[in-house]
Structures are given as structure tokens and as C-alpha cells.
């Protein structure tokens, strides 16, 4: 059998966890730059406030009915999903736990017999929540995608189920595929959910009754028809090892506002290489490309989208590295030639790709031996960084004013990751 646990409203949740007078309270939290409304509680849920729909839209409603509002507190929200993940690794043998996004992880409980997968289920519920402060939800069935059905229904209906539900039988299986609309089955998407209703597709229970050949032709081949061996209760999508070794690593972020100025642009890629530098020596590696990219806003009040096409451009480094000032000036040098004067520009990103261990990097005849010393200095930075917090030591490439930094007008205390925002008890 396999589980899905998924932290209900997660956001939300990690800023009710240090404030007990919003449990009843309707929460929200903001995307980027407090643009759109990315978590809602079931409060906020009940008046109506759209999911994705933007800030500006919502906030007369919002004022109205007194929704506490946040901006996003990555800081916080990672920290405890961190603890909820290691929750669930203490409490299952290794390599049950597949850490699937930051509020959800798939498990194996081929281990627990049936008669016991409830009062199982029921106990890592209320054993995550006891540890961790944070509520979740619990779907137990066959394969990972009837795993997500049983979740999705145990939301629903959270005093019935007691937030979970365990599909153990055919007639359960069929119950809860036919209270499935089409398009919210794991991994329908709208084209296809539209394209099924056209189908005479209407919930998960009809797509069960297609054969394999049928979803392989109308369902994009081998996809679809894994997704229909699942929802018959056919393992199809296998339990994998946590991805420790990125093979891409990736820093993007909106501007705060937007920005004209190459210096700019420049400081905010230098920032996010530095980000990059630093995850990819987490994970021993070193990157031989380096992409970048800017997304310009367009000018035109007549245009129908506000965002211009992506411009992106690449380097081959000559040696592999993580050395962040080797990183930092062929990405900077990219800017140049990506650059346009007199446009606005909305976002930026960098991109490490072609990532290989850092002890297997093949040495430069020609040049003289200093990774030794580079990699000590990376340490260093990096033990401070940690240590510290707030980019205590970067390099002077990625400025000091920082005018296109992220907005976060609405940002809560980072409790659990800064000594000077630690939760006070009066």
C-alpha cells in the first residue's frame, strides 16, 4: 500500500503554529512581492477568496471580513517542512518516505498489515501534528495516484474523516473514484480534462473504466496509460529515492519593482549565482554551464500579456566549479549581451547545469593549483553565511542598496532560523 501525507493549507499553517489567536481566524498568504494569494485557510476558503487570484483584487474583501494576510516566509516555510519530513523518516524504515514537495510526502507502507493501516495512518497524523504543530491530512490506497484521491476526499471532509482515509477495498475504490470529478485526478491537467469531458469523461470512475490502449492513444502514450493502470489499482508509478544529487540548479525571482538599469541586473544575477555557488556545494557538485536569463515587462498598454519573451543566453565554463566568483563573472559577463537599454525588466534567473561530483573535476595543466585554497574560502563564507544569516559575507558584485530586492511588506517573523526573531513569551 502507499500514502500520500500532505500538510493541510501548509503556509497558512506555519503562521498559525507561533500565533494561537489566528486558529479560528481566516489566514492568507501572498506569492512573490505579495502579487497573488497562494494559501488560504478553510476560513478564507468559505468567504469566497480565490486561490491564485491577485492581492489588489482580493483586498477589499480581505479587509472586510478581518483575513489575517502574510507575505511568504521561505525561511519558515522550509524550516518546518524539514521537520515535518523527518518526522515521517523516524517513524518508517528507510527509504519509505518520498519527499515529493515541500507539504507532501508519498510513503511505502508495504510493511504494515492491513488490519493496522487506520489506527497507522491515524497515528502518523496525530504524531507529525504533536511534534511539529503542523496539521496534515492522510491518503492510504493501492497505487500513488488512488493515494492521492483518498487525500483529496479526506480534505473534504475533514470532521468525517478525521483527515484520513485509507482505500483498502474495491467497493472503497470505486466509492471514492466516482466522488472524483475528471480534473482533479494526479496528473490531469486542463487540456486533458477538457479534451476527456469531450469524451463523456466526467470523473476519475469513467477514465477507470478505459482500457491501457485507449489512454495510450488518447492520453499521451505512456503517461496516460500509467495514470489508467493506477486509478485500477495497478503499481504503475514506483516509490523513488530522494533526489539528494540535483542535476539542474536553478535561482530565479521576480523584482521587486521593475528595473532599467544594467548595474542592477547585474547586482541581482551576481546574487543569485552566489545563491546557486552555495546549493550546488551542498551537494559536493560542480557546475561546467551556466545560464542566464531576464524577462523584460513590456511597455505597450495594447499588449495582451505584461511580461515580454524570456532572453536567455549561455556559457561553457573551461573546468567545472562551484567557486563562486568563478560563477559570478561569465554569468555577469552574460548580462551584457542580454541587456537592451531602455527596457524595464521583471525578472532574472541563473541556471548551473552539467553538474559532476567536485572530487572527479579534471585538473588544467597549464594553470597554476589553487582549488585548494578557493574551496577553504567557500567553506568559510558559506559556515558564516549559515551561522549568521542575512548574507552577512557576499562578494561586492552583488551591490549593497539592492533597489530590485523582493518585496515582503507583509513578512512574519523567521522564528525557527533567526536568533534575533526567536517567538518572546510574555
Known sequence: MRAIVDCNSFYCSCERLFRPNLQDRPVVVLSNNDGCIISRSDEAKALGVEMAGPYFKAKPMIEKHNVATFSSNYNLYGDLSWRVMETLRMLLPPGCVEVYSVDESFLDLSHIPAEELQAFSIHLRETVEQWTGIKVSVGVAPTKVLSKVANRLSKKNKEATNCVLVLDTPRKIEQALQRTPVEDVWGVGYQYATKLYRFNINTAYDLSLKDVAWANTHLGGVTGARLVRELKGVESIQMFDELINKKMIATTRMFGSPVRELGDIKEAIATYTSRAAEKLRRQHGAANTISVFVVPKELSHTTRFRHGPTISSFTV????????????????????????????????????????????????????????????????????????????????????????KMQQNLRSPRYTTRWEELYEIK
Open 317 to 404: 565554463l573551461p573546468m567545472a566549479t562551484s567557486i563562486t566568483h568563478e560563477l559570478i563573472k561569465p554569468a555577469v559577463a552574460l548580462v551584457d549581451h542580454l541587456f537592451e537599454n531602455g527596457r524595464l525588466y521583471k525578472k532574472a534567473g541563473v541556471m548551473l547545469s552539467g553538474i559532476v561530483p567536485d572530487e572527479s573535476i579534471q585538473g588544467n595543466l597549464f594553470t597554476a593549483p589553487s582549488e585548494n585554497k578557493n574551496r577553504l574560502l567557500m567553506s568559510m563564507i558559506d559556515n558564516v553565511n549559515f551561522a549568521m544569516r542575512n548574507d552577512v559575507l557576499k562578494f561586492a558584485a552583488s551591490g549593497t542598496s539592492r533597489n530590485w
